[in-house]
């Protein structure tokens, strides 16, 4: 089972990024599921937001204490908050900045990745310059430096899961995932294995 | 679908020619759309989170146009019972939701509805009762409404939301009382996991449109709800008492029934894992049931003869079924997600009340966990399993799991020295 936990505040829409990567990851065949923290959500406050994927029915249903993937949807919480927390050995940690991911010095056995996933949502008019919504941003970063999920996948899903501004979402997923490069040395527990990779077709 | 995993999505239902499509959706939504492919008439409710999502929907399907059904807002979680009732008494089919402090506001009009014998199918979504304010699971707000007339299920998964609600309405319509369809705040409402939605025109041959036997009609006048006097009262209470043992068999053969035309089983009232050759089994509910399949899977890999039994209908009680798993084991623990106070946790209760004049009685454990959301993990399960897999009697009524007090102030402390077995779950 890979599980990956969201860091955002509320109104950067993560809880729907983790329900649009569930179905994105469905799409692909394997199991998914997504939750919010179990929380009262208010704009502006840490909201937490989980995605579970595996080959198979997913029956666990607590919190996801030691993630394998880490998104952190708005950088200052990396300060204020402990993201890391039970983050497994060899963990992803992709974040939202325009910074260069060095500047963040983490441990060199995580893989990490920026995205300037705020500048890219307001170029597609996803949000405003204060207040950007790089929810379907960070979700095409995701794919391309996790590796877990297809891009089309992932754009069906966004096309399908977002309320307005289908296509914009879509074309900001699409640039964010130009725009990384795939973590390096990724460790097993974060992607499935090529017996579990199969092709598989959603009707 | 097809591919590799084709094998898993057929294990897990998802595959079967029953199915229009599959989705990924929260359970308030697979309420939601049980409640359309249900073709229900009336839905009247009041917000109240986690609940709202589900009449959110709801307002949309109806005001899309995809479902010809009278949408009332409502001043109260009264009012919407009230509105359920009326509309239900007219012939229509009814549906409501709602959630804790919400449903205890509905409290009179529960006996109302089971008392004037109505159908009506109302998903309430487990949240624990105020004050403290809390908006997180537990059961104590549906196990409160016990003695109100109306069954009451308790749901594992999204599917199951959905299955259940489809099965209500045909076991509500068939013993004429309301059903109660429980989901565990957030752990299942804001859960997002793939659902297989049916066919429309295989739901409508699984449930017709109802039928009642007698209505509000201004062409054949009849009294309803009238005052009755002692020479009368008291049959009408056995009919409904009558009604409720009925639903028993009922609730078995909607369950089969369906399981022929959608591919899909829950066992009735009660389902069973591991529990063949099993010598000590949790019994438990809800979205903790899940979980506990893991810690049971576990276990059983280090060989412990451990199973699982899963309340799915507290109302009526699986009486039959735990009297049946009491001949086979050794010991039951009860894991409740509620309390009595001055008692015990509820089931741990009525699975004890159950056993007392039935021949074969093991020892019964009972276990309180997960009030007001506190997450119960497989460790959880592994905790409670440990302290039954290392003692013969109970000597505590109500052992509650995960408490923060310190060791010294628990009831019972949860491990014994000499278990060694499951260390891993030590200082939990």
């Known amino acids: ?203 | 679908m097809k591919g590799r995993n084709g094998m898993s999505m057929r294990n897990a239902g998802l595959l079967h020619p029953s199915i229009e499509k599959v989705v990924v959706i929260e359970g308030t939504h697979a309420a939601s759309y049980a409640v359309k492919l249900a073709r229900v008439q009336v839905i009247a409710a009041y917000p109240i989170t986690p609940q709202t999502s589900v009449v959110e929907k709801l307002s949309e399907i109806v005001s899309d146009g995809e479902l010809d059904a009278k949408f009332i807002k409502v001043e109260s979680e009264h009012s919407a019972m009230a509105c359920c009732i009326g509309s239900s008494i007219s012939g229509a089919r009814a549906f409501t939701a709602t959630s804790s402090q919400g449903l205890a506001l509905m409290h009179e009009l529960l006996h109302w509805a089971a008392g004037s014998r109505l159908p009506i199918v109302m998903v309430n979504v487990n949240r624990a009762m105020a004050p403290p304010w809390s908006i997180y699971v537990d059961h104590n707000d549906s196990l409160s409404q016990r003695d109100t007339g109306w069954l009451q299920f308790y749901a594992e998964s999204n599917q199951e939301v959905t299955d259940t609600v489809l099965q209500a309405y045909r076991i509500a319509e068939t013993v004429s009382l309301p059903v109660m369809i429980n989901l565990d705040a957030f752990v299942l409402s804001h859960t997002s996991e793939p659902v297989a939605l049916p066919k429309q025109e295989l739901v409508d041959e699984f449930l017709p449109p109802r039928k009642a036997p007698f209505k509000v009609d201004a062409s054949d006048p009849r009294a309803f709800g009238a005052l009755i006097g002692p020479e009368a009262y008291m049959e009408m209470r056995y009919k409904l008492y009558q009604a409720m043992e009925d639903a028993r068999r009922v609730i078995r053969e909607v369950d089969r029934d369906f399981a022929a035309k959608f591919g899909r089983s829950y066992g009735g009232l009660v389902e069973e894992y591991m529990t063949e050759d099993a010598e000590t089994v949790l019994i438990t509910s809800a979205t903790a049931v899940s979980t506990a399949r893991i810690a049971v899977d576990e276990l059983r890999s280090m060989g412990f003869p451990v199973g699982l039994m899963k309340i799915r209908a507290f109302r009526p009680f699986p009486v039959d079924e735990i009297r049946e798993l009491a001949k086979r084991v050794r010991k039951i623990g009860v894991m409740d997600r509620s309390v009595s106070f001055g008692a015990t946790g509820i089931i741990y209760q009525e699975t004890k009340a159950v056993l007392y004049n039935a021949p074969d009685r093991p020892a019964v454990f009972g276990f309180i966990a997960g009030l007001g959301g506190r997450d119960i993990t497989p460790e959880t399960i592994k905790e409670i399993f440990s302290y039954l897999l290392n003692r013969e009697e109970p000597v505590s009524e109500a052992v509650w799991v995960g408490l923060k007090t310190a060791a010294a102030d628990r009831p019972e402390p949860p491990f014994p020295e000499n278990s060694a077995a499951m260390k891993s779950s030590e200082g939990v």
Do not use: C, W
């Open chain 1, 1 to 203: 089972m890979i599980e990956i936990r969201m860091h955002g505040r509320g109104g950067q829409g993560g809880v729907i990024a983790a329900k649009i990567l569930a179905s994105a990851i469905f799409k692909e065949g394997k199991f998914a599921q997504s939750f919010p923290s179990f929380g009262v959500e208010r704009r502006g406050a840490p909201v937490l937001a989980f995605t579970r994927a595996d080959d198979k029915p997913i029956r666990l249903r607590t919190a996801i204490y030691e993630p394998d993937h880490l998104i952190v949807l708005d950088a200052t919480l990396i300060k204020s908050t402990n993201v890391f927390s039970g983050l497994k050995r060899g963990g992803t940690i992709l974040v939202n900045s325009s910074s260069r991911v060095e500047s963040f010095a983490f441990p060199a056995d995580y893989p990490s990745a920026s995205v300037d996933a705020a500048g890219i949502a307001v170029r597609h008019g996803l949000g405003t310059r204060s207040i950007p919504i790089v929810n379907t941003a960070i979700l095409g970063a995701f794919a391309k430096f996790s590796g877990l999920v297809g891009i089309e996948s992932i754009l069906e899903a966004i096309r399908e899961g977002v309320p307005m501004k289908q296509n914009e979402n879509a074309a900001a997923a699409l640039e964010a995932y130009e725009v990384v490069e795939p973590a390096a040395d990724l460790s097993d527990h974060g992607r499935f294995s090529a017996e579990e990779s199969g092709t598989i077709t959603v009707k």
